[in-house]
């Protein structure tokens, strides 16, 4: 199997071809469809938890930056990779390549962050993603997470994406569910941890000082 880079493996699903992560748990094909389709009733939800002024880290193809901005919201979406960023363009959002671990536009004065679909699991440590995340926000804003399922535990794997013949180098990710989310954004430093749920799909909302 050919080797390449996550940015690579993950353009061609977003270009149409059959993807799946392994090493999280048991094979799972990567939803790429349903992730460029406009926000559904279950991600509406979610962004009714996100105000003002709101980042979409990992933003993917845009759905949900895509609905934010449709609320009004002044957004901007991040992703690492560059079909990501052009696909949440395309839909008429501000985009741009960039980690969120590197300097970003607006940093502390953003009043919502968003970590979607697994996005906590960036850079397999959600302390550390966490305490970055809080760096970028204004000290009364908030982050929103979609988390695990409870009895989830908490865990970092290294997984990769394999499409067709090509395979990614591994990467870390972790997996953080409603037991553990409250430990997890205390030791990044907020003060509070509120799960909610809707139609089995799970998220926090993180808020203030530790």
Request: a negative charge.
């Amino acid at each position: 199997m050919n080797e390449g880079s996550f940015t690579h493996i993950f353009s061609r699903a977003l270009q149409g071809h059959p993807c799946a992560v392994v090493g999280i748990g048991d094979r799972q094909d990567l939803p790429v469809t349903r992730w460029s389709l406009p926000a559904d009733r279950s991600d509406n939800v979610l962004l009714d938890h996100c105000e003002g002024p709101t980042l979409d880290i990992g933003c993917g193809p845009g759905r949900l930056a895509e609905g934010l901005a449709e609320r009004g919201h002044v957004v901007l979406g991040i992703d690492v990779v560059h079909e990501a960023v052009r696909l949440t363009r395309d839909r008429g959002v501000a985009a741009l390549v960039r980690n969120v671990f590197e300097t970003l536009p607006g940093e502390g004065r953003w009043y919502s962050a968003l970590l979607a679909d697994g996005n906590l699991g960036i850079g397999g440590d959600p302390v550390v993603l966490l305490r970055r995340v809080r760096e970028v926000l204004d000290p009364r804003g908030r982050v929103v997470v979609e988390i695990a399922e409870p009895g989830v535990p908490l865990q970092t794997v290294w997984a990769s994406l394999e499409s067709g013949d090509a395979r990614s180098r591994p990467f870390k990710w972790s997996i953080v569910g409603v037991d553990d989310i409250a430990s997890v954004a205390a030791a990044a430093g907020f003060g509070s941890a509120t799960c909610h749920e809707h139609d089995g799909r799970w998220w926090a909302v993180l808020t203030g000082a530790a």
